[in-house]
């Protein structure tokens, strides 16, 4: 459900609310439109992510968590933390994403 590279970034994108697609894109290095595209739907499908499309001209999405999505959050922040706290420990260096 959220195996894989991009879906964990994905969603900790998405902890502080929601999102259009260029700014997720900005938030996750490295990630191609099509990948990021891919990973929001599978998400969608599976009920932790929110597409929210307006009927305005130019098209407007927005991206959010849902319920489900929300409870992730803190698992996702103790990976966070135990990843952080591990590389301290064994001297790994880590860039910091821009959105960490």
């Known amino acids: 459900m959220i195996g894989g590279k991009w879906k964990a970034m994905v969603l900790w994108s998405l902890k502080k609310g929601v999102k259009r697609n260029g700014e997720l894109k900005k938030l996750i290095p490295g990630i191609s439109q099509k990948m990021l595209t891919q990973q929001l739907r599978e998400l969608e499908e599976v009920g932790i992510v929110q597409r929210i499309a307006y009927t305005v001209i130019p098209p407007k999405v927005e991206y959010k968590l849902t319920k489900h999505g929300e409870k992730l959050i803190p698992i996702l922040q103790e990976l966070h933390d135990w990843g952080k706290d ?6 790994i260096t880590i860039e910091k994403a821009t959105n960490c």
């Open 86 to 91: 591990y590389a301290i420990e064994n001297k």
